[in-house]
Nanobody, 118 residues
Framework: QVQPVESGGGLVQAGGSLRLSCAAS????????MGWYRQAPGKQREFVAR???????NYADSVKGRFTISRDNAQNTIYLQMNSLKPEDTAVYYC????????????WGQGTQVTVSS
């Protein structure tokens, strides 16, 4: 079984920064794209950012220019550097790891809370 585990969430004031980490462990042979989603109270889960094993990145329009995704392939770990945080960034942030070959099997982390106060 594969389990991505997030860390780094917390409470920060608007305009501040946080860095999330996610490490995938378990029976991993090939790991493909890893990414981040978030879910705010009363809203649907939404895509935040994604990075392939080759380094290509995609971002939601709402976070472009403020968030940066990066990864350490040797450690099966991804990071999300979040700058210029806004109250609307408040959500539970979930890590995803896509394993195997296409079509991948997606594994989800348990989530980490990010709260941005105004």
């Amino acid at each position: 079984q594969v389990q991505p585990v997030e860390s780094g969430g917390g409470l920060v004031q608007a305009g501040g920064s946080l860095r999330l980490s996610c490490a995938a462990s378990g029976r991993i042979i090939t790991i493909g794209p890893m990414g981040w989603y978030r879910q705010a109270p009363g809203k649907q889960r939404e895509f935040v950012a994604r990075q392939t094993s080759g380094g290509s990145t995609n971002y939601a329009d709402s976070v472009k220019g403020r968030f940066t995704i990066s990864r350490d392939n040797a450690q099966n770990t991804i990071y999300l550097q979040m700058n210029s945080l806004k109250p609307e960034d408040t959500a539970v942030y979930y890590c995803t790891a896509d394993l195997g070959i296409p079509p991948f099997t997606r594994y989800w982390g348990q989530g980490t809370q990010v709260t941005v106060s105004s």
